[in-house]
């Protein structure tokens, strides 16, 4: 029975007690506390290749996200709101020690908003006791995720040349880096 239980905790990240005060007390929970992290299941697929392609020029197709399901590293997330419409998502793969953010996309209905901000919190924790380093790769033409990226503690450790496609050929990725073990 318990294991059942710690199964469910971790498919969803929820906090009841939030969603109650917020009705009782509006003005005493931020709305970015009512978002619920829960695992991602193939129903999800059209709403997120609906945020997939109105974020991304060259969005992931559907098949890649399958993929995703399938790889017995790689951990895909949504962000839903109260109403259960999906506000992000992100996926992340976990082996030999590292992780890395492979993608991490916010609903353009609740972007600067801290859903991306919850989102990458909730990676960080869930790779911490998974791995020593968390990586990612973002284009420089993104500078609001460099600046998420920075301001949670990330620190540039390189580029990818050519690494995504572009309307005018290839567009490089700059590579990111978060130590989870602290230093001694």
């Known amino acids: 029975m318990w294991k059942l239980l710690h199964k469910l905790k971790s498919a969803v990240v929820y906090d009841a007690d939030r969603e109650f ?12 506390d009512l978002l619920r992290l829960r695992k991602m299941d193939h129903s999800d697929l059209p709403g997120v ?3 997939e392609t109105v974020n991304y020029e060259f969005p992931w197709s559907e098949g890649v996200f399958k993929d995703c399901f399938r790889a ?15 506000a992000g998502y992100a ?6 020690g590292e992780a890395h953010i492979m993608n991490i996309s916010v609903n353009p ?5 801290g859903v991306g901000r919850k989102m990458l919190e909730h990676l960080i924790e869930y790779a911490r006791p998974r791995a020593e380093t968390l990586y ?6 993104n500078p ?11 620190r540039e450790i ?27």
């Open 21 to 32: 005060y917020s009705k009782v007390f509006p003005d005493s929970v931020e709305p970015r």
């Open 72 to 86: 017995m590293n790689y951990t895909n997330w949504i962000c839903e709101a109260p109403d259960e419409t999906i």
């Open 49 to 51: 290749m609906a945020i």
């Open 144 to 154: 609001g995720a460099i600046h998420l990226y920075r301001s949670s503690g990330f």
């Open 109 to 113: 209905a609740f972007q600067r908003q």
């Open 158 to 184: 390189g580029i990818r040349k050519n690494y995504y496609p572009a309307k005018n050929g290839k567009e490089d990725a700059l590579m990111f880096a978060l130590d989870l073990v602290p230093m001694l």
């Open 91 to 96: 996926i992340i793969s976990v082996v030999a």
């Open 136 to 141: 990612l790769e973002v284009r420089p033409s």
